[in-house]
């Protein structure tokens, strides 16, 4: 995991727990989009942090 993706990871986890303590009923509130977009964000980090190896090798 690339340090940006853990960064994401940590971002998300913490506005997702701050919604959950400060909303009790179903609302949609700023932690919880930055949340959505935090995640969103971990998941595009988790895609361009991989590393392609190919090997052109014609046998």
Avoid: W
């Avoid at 909303?23 to 509130?29: G, H």
């Avoid at 919880?32 to 980090?45: H, K, R």
């Amino acid at each position: 995991m690339s340090k940006s993706a853990a960064g994401f990871f940590v971002l998300a986890l913490l506005s997702g727990i701050l919604h959950l303590s400060l909303v009790q009923e179903s609302a949609v509130t700023l932690p919880l989009i930055a949340c959505g977009v935090f995640t969103a964000l971990f998941v595009l980090a988790l895609i361009a942090g991989r590393k392609f190896k190919f090997d052109p090798v014609l046998r």
